[in-house]
Structures are given as structure tokens and as C-alpha cells.
């Protein structure tokens, strides 16, 4: 085989590669929504919020994978002791080991309270109650079974839903 076949050759191999790379990364960073014993491992018993521990609602759990190894997992809890104010805001909690975007507001890894609110809103707060993050829902009038917590793939994004009303969650 001459030099310039084994050129031609290399060259297209490279090519090849080039071209697949994108795809490689993008399966790898794809959101798998988890279930059974994989959601079971990493939704905790209880969460802390604002000085009490509640316990996890574990069927009204949801978690993704996004990749290898980062989720995103949101749970109700009993908040029945909980104050009438707190039980008003604060549902469930949520936590992510990476940063992510909601609706297009930026949320950096922790651990955090939230709840979807009457007027259309989906809250993030600290653990001390404080509302960090607010985005407006959206309505899915076509979902066929609404749940109290689940979430759903949606393209690049994941929907997170109470009942009919979502968010949009998306991996930075």
C-alpha cells in the first residue's frame, strides 16, 4: 500500500471519529428517569426542612440520571407537623448533585425544599425556608394519568410534574 492510500485511510478514520464524538457525548449526558430499586437507593428516608425531619413519601418519589452518575431527585414528605404556613409552601424536597436549569433559572447542587404553589408557581427554598428560585408551570391537559410527583423525558429536558402542572429541568 502506498503513503498516500495509508493518508487517505487515516484521514477517514479520523473523520469517522470526529464525526461520532458528539454522539458519544450526548448518549453519555442522556437523562434516564429511575425506578424501582435504582430510584429506592437514592431518595432518602426523610429530609430536613426548616428544624423537623419528614418522612419521604417514597411512592410519591421521582429521580433522574443524568449520565454516569449525577441525579436529580424530588420527593413529597408528610408535613403534618409542620405549621399551616410551611405545609402552604414547602411539599417536598429536591436535591441535585450538579447544576441545572429550571425553566431557564440557573440552580446550583444542594439540597433543597420546594412546592408548587395555586397561583402557578414552582418554589425553591434553602433549607431555612427561604424562596430561592421561582418558575411559572405549564399545564399538560393530555396527560392521561396524573400523579401527585413524577417526572417524564422530554427531548433534552425532563418534566417535572405535579399532577397536570410541570417544569422544565434541564442539565447544564
Same mark, same amino acid.
Given at each position: 500500500m502506498n503513503?498516500r492510500k ?6 477517514? %478514520?479520523?473523520?469517522?471519529? %470526529?464525526c *461520532? ?8 449526558? /442522556? %437523562?434516564?428517569?429511575?425506578? &424501582?430499586p435504582?430510584?429506592? /437507593? ?10 423537623l *425531619? ?10 433522574l440520571?443524568?449520565?454516569k ?10 408535613t ?8 402552604e ?14 425553566? &431557564?433559572?440557573?440552580?446550583k447542587?444542594?439540597a ?7 397561583d402557578?408557581k ?7 425556608g ?7 408551570? %405549564?399545564k399538560?391537559a393530555?396527560?392521561k /394519568?396524573p /400523579? ?8 433534552e429536558?425532563?418534566?417535572l ?5 410541570y417544569v ?5
Amino acid at each position: 500500500m502506498n503513503s498516500r492510500k495509508k493518508c487517505l485511510i487515516k484521514a477517514a %478514520a479520523l473523520l469517522f471519529l %470526529a464525526c *461520532s464524538l458528539p454522539t458519544l457525548v450526548a448518549a453519555q449526558d /442522556r %437523562a434516564v428517569i429511575l425506578a &424501582g430499586p435504582d430510584l429506592s /437507593r437514592v431518595v432518602p428516608p426523610g429530609f430536613y426542612f426548616q428544624g423537623l *425531619s419528614a418522612p419521604t413519601q417514597m411512592r410519591n418519589s421521582a429521580g433522574l440520571r443524568i449520565g454516569k452518575s449525577r441525579h436529580v431527585i424530588a420527593g413529597l414528605v408528610d408535613t403534618s407537623g409542620y405549621s399551616a404556613d410551611v405545609r402552604e409552601k414547602y411539599q417536598g424536597f429536591f436535591i441535585t448533585d450538579s447544576d441545572i436549569s429550571i425553566d &431557564g433559572n440557573a440552580l446550583k447542587n444542594g439540597a433543597y425544599g420546594f412546592g408548587f404553589s395555586s397561583d402557578g408557581k414552582f418554589n425553591i427554598m434553602d433549607l431555612a425556608g427561604n424562596q430561592i428560585l421561582s418558575a411559572s408551570t %405549564a399545564k399538560d391537559a393530555a396527560l392521561k /394519568r396524573p /400523579r401527585p410527583l413524577m417526572m417524564s423525558v422530554d427531548g433534552e429536558r425532563v418534566r417535572l410534574y405535579s399532577g397536570r402542572d410541570y417544569v422544565l429541568i434541564e442539565a447544564k
